[in-house]
C-alpha cells in the first residue's frame, strides 16, 4: 500500500496520466451516442456513471438533452455516481479516479453521495480480482433493482459491461447478448429480477401487522369479538360475538389456530355453523400454547372444546399442550388432525406412505364447517369430533403454484402453504405434460388430480365434493378455466361431481396458485349426512362460500337470428369473377399478408407494450386470418357489399379496439360507395376513406392530433383526395407517403384518447401509435401490390 501511495503521489504531479478526461476523438463519439440516443427517444430516468472522470463525460454529453439551465439534471431526472461501474482497478493510472471532492467540482450535476471514500479505493500496484469485479456489479444490479425507475442507464466501459453480461446477469434468453460487450458499443437490454422483494411490496404495518389483522377482521367479519391480549405477546383470539351464550347453551367450542398469512383463514371462518374462536400467530408462525389455553378457556363451557389442527409441528405441539393444560383444569378437549396434503407424500413410494405425515390444507376448512354444523345443532363432543375426523380421514389435496425464477415461470407441484417444499418442479409451463403454447390449465388439473386420486379412498359410486381454492393470486379468469378443466377430467374418468365449494379460503399471501381437494362421498357417515352438514347455515359475513350443486356445465341456448345474408344488399356467390373483385381480393391478402408477419405482429406488439397491453399486432393478425378465411365466400355484386361483408366477418371474429375501429371503417366506407354501380373514381374513395374517418371519430371521440389510428387514415385520405388528378398509381402513392408521415409523427404526439393517454408522456414518446403504423402498413402493402394494375 505504501508503493501504491508512492507511485499515486509521483502520478499526481502529471495530470494528464491520473483519470484523464476524454481525448477530443472521445468527445467526438459521445457527440455521435448523443444524435443516436435522441433519434431513438432513449430518455431513462436514471443515468447511473462510473466515477472514473471519462465514463462520467461520455454520459453527460450523450445524455445532455436530460441537463436543464445551468447544467442541472431536469425535473425527474437523477444522474449518480456508484463505485459498482468503475472501471477494473489497479495498475493503470488511468483509471484510478480522481478524489471526489475534484469530482464535484468538475460534474456538479452528479450526485457522488454514494461514493464514500475520498481517494479511490481500488487502485493499487496490483490488478483487482475478477471476482471483485463481479461482486460490485451484483451489488450494483441489486441497488438499480431497488430504484424507482423504470428506465436506467449505465455509463460505463467495455471491460465492466464484458463483466456484467457474462458473469452477473444471465442471458439464457438472448445468448448473443453477451458478447455484445466484447466492444464498448451503446446496447439496450430488458433486466428482468429473479426474486423481487415481496416483503417491500405489502400494506403492512411493521411487526404490528397480526394485530392489525385482528383488528381488521373485525371490521371485516362485524360479528366478532377480539379477546383482550396478555402484555408482550403478538397473538390473537378472535371470538363469535355470542360466544358467552353459545357455551352457557351447551355447546361444543370449536377452535382452530395458525399462523398468519393463510386468510381468510382463520378469522374468516368464526361464525355461526363455524369456529367458535381461532386463534392467529405471526406470519407463517404458530401462536403459542398459552394463547391457544386462553382461548380455551374463554370459549369452552361444560360441553367441552373440539381443536381443528392443521398437521404443522409447532401447530400441533402448542396445540397438544394447550390441551392438556385445559384438560387439567377440568376442560374436556378433543384434538382432530388435518393432514390432507398428499403433495407432502410424493417423494415416498405409495406403499410406505405414512399419511400422517402429510401436511395440513384446504381439508381443513371442510373439517371446521362439519363440525361447526354439528356443534351448533348440538351435537356432544364426541359426535363433534367423529365428524371431523370423518372429514380429516378422507379428504385429500394437492396444490400447484407459479414462481419467477429468472427467466420464466417455474411449476412447483405439490407446494406447502408457507411455499415450502414441493413434489417436482417444472422449469416453465411449457414442460407441463400435455400443455400446449398458451393452453396449461387442463394439463395442470389433470395432474394435481391424477396424484390425488392415487390416495383417494373412493367408493364404488364415485361421487365426490370439489374444493378449488385459490393461494392468493390467481385471477378469477383462471379458477373459472381451471373449474372446467376439473369437471372435464373427472368425467372423462368416471367421477361424478356432486357439489363444488370454490374460492378463496386458505392462502399463501399472494401467491399464484391453486390448490384442489376431492371429498369422496359415499364412505364415512355417508353423502347425504355430509353434504347435510357443508349446506347447513353458517354466519352469512363470514368467508365460507358455501357449496354449490353441479349440473350439466354443456348448457345451451338456440335463439333464431336474422341470417347474415338477409343483412346484404346483394346475394352472396361462392367466388369473385369481376375485374374490380379481384382487385379487392389482391388488396386484401396484400394487407391481409403483411400483418400476419412475424415481425410485424412483434413489432406493434412491442410498440403496444408501454402505453397499451401489448396486443396490437396479436390483434391485427387475428384480424387478418378471419378476412382471409372468408374470402372464398365474398359477394362480387358491388364493391359496397363486399366490403359490408368484411366487416360482418370482422365483427364476429375480431376483438378489442382495432376490430371496432375496422368494422366502423368498413361499414361507413361501403355506405359511401353504395351508389356506385361500376369502379370507383380515386375521388369517390378518397371520400370514402374521409367517411369512415369521420365515423371513427364520432363513434369513438377522438380528433386528428389525439395520437391515434386517425392521425395515419386523414392524412392519407387527404394526399388521395388531394393527388385525385395525378391518376390512381400516383395518388395511391402519395396516400401512402401520407399515411407513413403520419403514423410517425404520433410519436411526438400527447395521447387524449385510448388507453395511452393514460401513461405518461415520457413513456408515450418511445413509440408511434401501433394502430397508426399498422394502418401504414397494410396500406404500403396494398399500393405495392396494386401498382401494375394502377400505372
Known sequence: QKVSMQLLTAVTARPELLD????????????SSHKDILVNQVSPQLVVVSPVSRATETASIAFQHLLGAGGKPKDGVRFVAHEGLHERGGVSTWD??????????????????????????????????????????????????????????????????????????????????????????????????????????????????????????????????????????????????????????????????????????????VGEGLLTACVTGGLFAAPSSGTILRAIQTASGHAGCMLIVMNYPGVRLNNALAADRARALGISVEIVVVADDVGSLEDEPLEAVDKSDARGCVGAVLTLKAAGAAAERGDGLAEVAGVARDVAVRVKTMSLALRWKGADWNLELGVGIHGEFCASELPSLKHLP?????????????????????????????????????????????????????????????????????????????????????????????????????????????????IVTCSQADRWVEVDLPAESKLMHSKTVSASSSSLGRLLRTAVIAACDVLIED?????????????????????????SLVLLQSLASMPDASIADALTFLSRQLEHGCRGAIGGIYVLGLEA?????????????????????????????????????????????????????????????????????????????????VAKKGR???????????NADPGAVGFAKWLEAVEKALRPQLS
Open 669 to 749: 366506407v361501403a355506405g359511401s360507395l353504395r351508389e356506385c354501380s361500376g369502379e370507383p373514381s380515386v375521388a369517390q374513395w378518397a371520400e370514402a376513406a374521409l367517411a369512415a374517418a369521420r365515423c371513427i371519430a364520432r363513434e369513438g371521440g377522438a380528433n386528428v392530433g389525439d395520437r391515434t389510428l386517425l392521425d395515419a387514415l386523414v392524412p392519407a385520405a387527404d394526399a388521395l383526395q388531394e393527388n385525385a388528378s395525378q391518376g390512381a398509381a400516383e395518388a395511391f402513392k402519395a396516400a401512402v407517403a401520407a399515411a407513413k408521415q403520419g403514423a410517425k409523427d404520433t410519436q411526438r404526439m
Open 434 to 546: 400435455g400443455a400446449s403454447e398458451g393452453g396449461s390449465a387442463t394439463a395442470a388439473a389433470q395432474m394435481l388430480l391424477k396424484r390425488i386420486l392415487k390416495h383417494a379412498d373412493m367408493p364404488e359410486d364415485r361421487r365426490v365434493l370439489v374444493v378449488l381454492n385459490n393461494m392468493g393470486g390467481t385471477s378469477p379468469l383462471e379458477m373459472a378455466v381451471l373449474c372446467n378443466a376439473t369437471h372435464r377430467f373427472l368425467a372423462s374418468e368416471g367421477i361424478t361431481v356432486v357439489a363444488l365449494a370454490h374460492g378463496t379460503l386458505v392462502t399463501s399471501l399472494d401467491m399464484h396458485g391453486v390448490s384442489l381437494s376431492l371429498l369422496p362421498l359415499g364412505r364415512g357417515m355417508g353423502e347425504a349426512a355430509m353434504l347435510g352438514l357443508l349446506r347447513a347455515p353458517s354466519e352469512a359475513a363470514s368467508a365460507w362460500p358455501g
Open 20 to 31: 484523464p478526461a476524454l481525448t477530443a476523438l472521445g468527445r467526438l463519439e459521445a457527440a
Open 96 to 269: 484510478c479516479r480522481r478524489p471526489v471532492a475534484e469530482l464535484k467540482r468538475a460534474f456538479p450535476h452528479v450526485d457522488y453521495s454514494l461514493v464514500k471514500d475520498e481517494q479511490d479505493p481500488f487502485w493499487s500496484c496490483e490488478r483487482e480480482s475478477q471476482a471483485s469485479i463481479i461482486r460490485r456489479l451484483y451489488d450494483l444490479l441489486l441497488w438499480v433493482r431497488d430504484c424507482p425507475e423504470d428506465e436506467v442507464a449505465l455509463a460505463a466501459y467495455c471491460s465492466v459491461n464484458f463483466t456484467l453480461l457474462n458473469a452477473v446477469v444471465d442471458c439464457s434468453l438472448d445468448p448473443p447478448l453477451a458478447n455484445w460487450f466484447c466492444t464498448a458499443e451503446v446496447r439496450s437490454m430488458r433486466l428482468l429480477w429473479e426474486e423481487p422483494h415481496k416483503e417491500k411490496a405489502k400494506f403492512l404495518d411493521g411487526p404490528e401487522h397480526v394485530r392489525g389483522l385482528a383488528a381488521g377482521s373485525c371490521y371485516l367479519y362485524p360479528h366478532l369479538l377480539q379477546l383482550k391480549a396478555r402484555e408482550g405477546t403478538e397473538d390473537t383470539v378472535l371470538l363469535r360475538e355470542d360466544f358467552a351464550a353459545y357455551k352457557a347453551s351447551g355447546h361444543v367450542a370449536v377452535i382452530s389456530s395458525g399462523g398468519a398469512g393463510h386468510e381468510p383463514l382463520m378469522s374468516g371462518f
Open 599 to 623: 415481425a410485424t405482429v412483434s413489432a406493434l406488439n412491442s410498440m403496444d407494450r408501454d402505453c397499451g397491453d401489448s396486443d396490437c399486432g396479436t390483434t391485427h393478425r387475428d384480424a
Open 756 to 766: 395511452a393517454r393514460h401513461s405518461p408522456r415520457w413513456k408515450q414518446s418511445q
